[in-house]
C-alpha cells in the first residue's frame, strides 16, 4: 500500500545507441532530437504522472453518482463516481470509512473532497476521499425515506415500544449543545411551570461526529445508576434548534435513532421547529414541536397542580361530611328499631347466673345420688369371709365325691379306662376341674383384696376395736375405755380413752365432747396374720 504513495526519483540512465545512431539523424534535427532523450522505465514515467498528479490535484471537490460500491474485507470502501460523460474511481480508506456521516449507497450523488492520485499497477488515476457529503436536498430525500422503511420494518417506530412519560420527574435529562439558546429555553421554561433538577450532557447538533456524540449521550444517561451518586433521570430531552435538512441530519442517523429506541428511560425528542420531522421523532416515545414544547411536556405547572389539589381537598372534605351526616342518620334509624344493648347484657347476665347456680345444684346431687347408690351397692354385697366359706365348702363337697366316685368306678371300669386310656384322659379332667377351682378361687381373692379394709388403711386410715376385738364407732367409745388401734403396716396401739371438757357456750346446743386418746403402750409390730381373714389370705 506504501508504494501508492512512495515518489521514487528517476534513474539516470545513458543511451547507448546515440553515438551509433548520430550519422543517420543528421539531416533531420527534430528526429535527432528524439533519437538523443533519455529513455525512461515504465516504473519512472508512472511515477512522474502520479508525482505531476498529486501536485497538481493535492485538494478537490468531485460531485459524481456513486457506482459499483465495494466494501473490501479490510473495512476499505472501492466504489466509483460518474457523471453523464466520465467515470472516475474512489478510495476510501477505512479509518476515514468509520468517520462518515452516513451509509454511502449505490445511485446516491454525493460530493467527496480528497486528492487526486494514481495506482501505477493499473496505470489508472483515482481520487483517494477523506470525507463525503450528500448532494442535493433530493438525495438527501431518498436516503431518509429508505433509511425510515427499513428502520420501520425492525420494529423501532412501533407505538407498543413507546413509553409513558413520567407525570412529575425529579431528574430531567437534556442532550443538546450547552451554547445554543435551546438549553436556556428549556430551563427558563421548567423553572415557570415547575422547578427540577436538570442534568445537561454537552453534544454537537451537527456536523462530523454529532451523531455519534448524542447516541453516547442517550446510553450514558441510560447507563446510570439511579443511587449513584449522579442520579440518573426519570425523563430524556434530547433537543436542537431549527436549520435545514443538512442541519439536522446527524438526528437522521441510524446509531441516534437505535440509541432513542433502545432507552430505557422515557425520551422526548424536540428536533428543529413544528415543521422539521427527523427520524429520531418516530423512535422517541414522544414528539415536542419545539424544545420549549418538550419542557412543557416534561412537568406540570405547580401552580395548576396546587390548585387542583386544594380544589379537590374541599370536595373530599365536603364529600367526608355529607357522607358522616347520611350514615348518622341511618345510624339513627336503624337504632329505633332496635331494644336497649344495656338490657339485653343484663338480661343475659342474669339467664348466666341462673344457668351457673343450677349447675352447681346439679352436680350436688348428682354426687349424692351417686353416693347413695354407692351404699346401696355395698349393702348388698355378700362379706368375703361369707364367701370364701362358702368356697371352701364346696370345694371339700366336691373333692369329697370325687374321692368316692373315684373308688366306686375304677375298680369296674378299670379295663375300660385301661383300653380307652381313661386314666389320662381323666387327669387331664382333673387338672382341668381343679384350675377352674383355682380361678375361681383366685378370682373370689380380688374380690375379697378390693373390699377389705386393709386398702382403707393404706389410704391413711386406721381401725379401732375394743377389748373383745368387735369394731367400735365414736359412739361405743367411754371414758377409760380399752383400745387396740390397727394401722395398715399391721402396727397395734393401746390406748385409754378420755372423755374431753365441753366446748359449748351459753344458749348454745351442747354438742357431745370429742375423746381424747392417751398412749399406753408404745407401736409395736404384729408378728401374726390376720386370723378374720382366715388361712387363704
Given at each position: 500500500?506504501?508504494?501508492?504513495?512512495?515518489t521514487p526519483q528517476?534513474k539516470?540512465?545513458?543511451?547507448?545507441?546515440?553515438?551509433?545512431?548520430?550519422?543517420?539523424?543528421?539531416?533531420?534535427?527534430?528526429?535527432?532530437?528524439?533519437?538523443?532523450?533519455?529513455?525512461?522505465?515504465?516504473?519512472?514515467?508512472?511515477?512522474s504522472?502520479k508525482?505531476?498528479l498529486?501536485t497538481?490535484?493535492?485538494?478537490?471537490?468531485?460531485?459524481?453518482?456513486?457506482?459499483?460500491?465495494?466494501r473490501?474485507?479490510?473495512?476499505?470502501?472501492y466504489?466509483?463516481?460518474k457523471?453523464e460523460?466520465?467515470?472516475?474511481?474512489?478510495?476510501?480508506?477505512?479509518g476515514q470509512?468509520?468517520k462518515?456521516?452516513?451509509d454511502?449507497?449505490?445511485?446516491?450523488?454525493v460530493?467527496?473532497?480528497?486528492?487526486?492520485?494514481?495506482?501505477?499497477g493499473?496505470?489508472?488515476?483515482?481520487?483517494?476521499?477523506d470525507s463525503?457529503?450528500?448532494?442535493g436536498?433530493?438525495?438527501?430525500l431518498?436516503?431518509?425515506e429508505?433509511?425510515?422503511k427499513?428502520?420501520?420494518s425492525?420494529g423501532l417506530?412501533?407505538?407498543?415500544?413507546k413509553r409513558a412519560?413520567?407525570?412529575?420527574?425529579?431528574v430531567i435529562?437534556?442532550v443538546?449543545s450547552p451554547?445554543g439558546?435551546?438549553i436556556?429555553d428549556i430551563?427558563?421554561?421548567?423553572?415557570?411551570?415547575?422547578p427540577?433538577?436538570?442534568?445537561?450532557?454537552?453534544?454537537?447538533?451537527q456536523?462530523?461526529g454529532?451523531a455519534e456524540?448524542?447516541?453516547?449521550?442517550?446510553?450514558?444517561?441510560n447507563?446510570?445508576d439511579p443511587?449513584?451518586?449522579i442520579?440518573?433521570?426519570?425523563?430524556?430531552?434530547?433537543?436542537?434548534?431549527?436549520?435545514s435538512l443538512?442541519?439536522?441530519?446527524?438526528?437522521?442517523?441510524?446509531?441516534?435513532?437505535?440509541a432513542?429506541?433502545?432507552?430505557?428511560?422515557p425520551?422526548?425528542?424536540?428536533?428543529?421547529?413544528?415543521?422539521d420531522t427527523?427520524?429520531?421523532d418516530?423512535a422517541s416515545d414522544?414528539?415536542a414541536?419545539?424544545?420549549?414544547?418538550a419542557?412543557?411536556?416534561?412537568?406540570?405547572?405547580r401552580?395548576?397542580?396546587?390548585?387542583?389539589?386544594?380544589?379537590?381537598g374541599?370536595?373530599i372534605?365536603a364529600?367526608?361530611?355529607?357522607?358522616?351526616?347520611?350514615?348518622r342518620?341511618?345510624i339513627?334509624?336503624?337504632?329505633?328499631?332496635?331494644?336497649?344493648?344495656?338490657?339485653?347484657?343484663?338480661?343475659k347476665?342474669?339467664?348466666?347466673?341462673?344457668?351457673?347456680?343450677r349447675?352447681r345444684?346439679a352436680?350436688?346431687?348428682?354426687?349424692r345420688?351417686?353416693?347413695?347408690e354407692?351404699?346401696?351397692?355395698?349393702?348388698?354385697?355378700?362379706?368375703?369371709?361369707?364367701?370364701?366359706l362358702?368356697?371352701?365348702?364346696?370345694?371339700?363337697?366336691l373333692?369329697?365325691?370325687?374321692?368316692?366316685?373315684?373308688d366306686?368306678?375304677v375298680?369296674?371300669?378299670?379295663f375300660?379306662m385301661?383300653?380307652?386310656?381313661?386314666?389320662?384322659r381323666?387327669?387331664s379332667?382333673?387338672?382341668?376341674?381343679?384350675e377352674?377351682?383355682?380361678?375361681e378361687?383366685?378370682s373370689?381373692?380380688?374380690?375379697?383384696?378390693?373390699?377389705s379394709y386393709?386398702?382403707v388403711?393404706k389410704?391413711?386410715?386406721?381401725?379401732v376395736?375394743?377389748?373383745d376385738?368387735?369394731v367400735?364407732?365414736?359412739?361405743?367409745?367411754?371414758?377409760g375405755?380399752?383400745?387396740?388401734?390397727?394401722?395398715?403396716d399391721?402396727?397395734?396401739i393401746?390406748?385409754?380413752?378420755?372423755?374431753g371438757?365441753?366446748?359449748?357456750?351459753?344458749?348454745?346446743?351442747?354438742q357431745?365432747?370429742?375423746?381424747?386418746i392417751?398412749?399406753?403402750t408404745?407401736?409395736?409390730?404384729?408378728?401374726t396374720t390376720?386370723?378374720?381373714?382366715?388361712?387363704?389370705?
Open positions: 500500500m506504501n508504494d501508492l504513495f512512495s528517476p539516470k540512465t545513458a543511451s547507448k545507441s546515440a553515438p551509433s545512431k548520430s550519422a543517420d539523424t543528421r539531416g533531420n534535427p527534430a528526429e535527432a532530437r528524439g533519437n538523443n532523450a533519455p529513455a525512461l522505465s515504465v516504473s519512472e514515467i508512472s511515477n504522472i508525482r505531476e498529486e497538481r490535484f493535492d485538494r478537490v471537490r468531485v460531485r459524481g453518482e456513486i457506482s459499483g460500491l465495494k473490501a474485507a479490510s473495512g476499505h470502501i466504489m466509483s463516481l457523471d460523460n466520465a467515470v472516475l474511481s474512489v478510495i476510501c480508506w477505512r470509512a468509520s462518515l456521516a452516513f454511502p449507497q449505490d445511485g446516491l450523488e460530493i467527496v473532497t480528497g486528492r487526486i492520485t494514481s495506482y501505477p493499473r496505470s489508472n488515476y483515482q481520487i483517494v476521499i463525503m457529503e450528500i448532494a436536498e433530493g438525495a438527501l431518498k436516503l431518509l429508505e433509511r425510515k427499513k428502520l420501520a425492525e417506530f412501533s407505538d407498543e415500544r412519560i413520567p407525570f412529575l420527574p425529579e435529562g437534556v443538546t451554547t439558546a435551546v436556556r430551563m427558563h421554561r421548567l423553572s415557570d411551570r415547575f427540577r433538577h436538570v442534568l445537561v450532557w454537552p453534544v454537537l447538533v456536523g462530523e454529532a456524540q448524542i447516541a453516547r449521550a442517550i446510553d450514558g444517561f447507563a446510570l443511587n449513584g451518586d442520579p440518573r433521570p426519570d425523563t430524556l430531552i434530547v433537543a436542537r434548534g431549527g436549520g443538512e442541519d439536522l441530519w446527524a438526528f437522521n442517523e441510524e446509531v441516534v435513532v437505535r432513542a429506541a433502545n432507552s430505557k428511560i425520551l422526548i425528542s424536540a428536533v428543529g421547529h413544528e415543521t427527523t427520524l429520531i418516530f414522544r414528539r414541536p419545539t424544545p420549549t414544547a419542557a412543557e411536556m416534561a412537568v406540570p405547572v401552580a395548576e397542580l396546587i390548585g387542583e389539589v386544594q380544589n379537590i374541599r370536595r372534605y364529600g367526608a361530611n355529607r357522607l358522616m351526616g347520611e350514615r342518620m341511618q339513627e334509624a336503624l337504632a329505633r328499631g332496635l331494644p336497649d344493648p344495656r338490657r339485653l347484657i343484663e338480661e347476665t342474669q339467664r348466666l347466673d341462673d344457668r351457673v347456680e349447675m345444684n352436680m350436688k346431687g348428682y354426687l345420688h351417686q353416693t347413695s354407692l351404699s346401696e351397692l355395698s349393702a348388698r354385697l355378700p362379706h368375703p369371709k361369707q364367701q370364701i362358702l368356697a371352701s365348702h364346696q370345694l371339700s363337697s373333692s369329697d365325691r370325687f374321692e368316692g366316685v373315684g366306686q368306678i375298680p369296674v371300669r378299670q375300660e385301661d383300653k380307652l386310656d381313661s386314666g389320662r381323666m387327669a379332667a382333673t387338672a382341668l376341674r381343679l377352674r377351682a383355682k380361678n378361687i383366685t373370689l381373692d380380688r374380690v375379697l383384696e378390693g373390699v386393709k386398702n388403711l389410704r391413711g386410715f386406721s381401725v376395736r375394743g377389748a376385738g368387735n367400735l364407732t365414736a359412739a361405743d367409745i367411754g371414758d375405755t380399752k383400745l387396740d388401734i390397727e394401722f395398715a399391721n402396727a397395734f393401746q390406748a385409754i380413752a378420755n372423755e371438757e365441753e366446748g359449748g357456750t351459753a344458749g348454745t346446743t351442747s357431745p365432747a370429742p375423746k381424747k392417751q398412749k399406753k408404745q407401736k409395736k409390730k404384729s408378728d390376720d386370723t378374720a381373714q382366715g388361712s387363704l389370705l
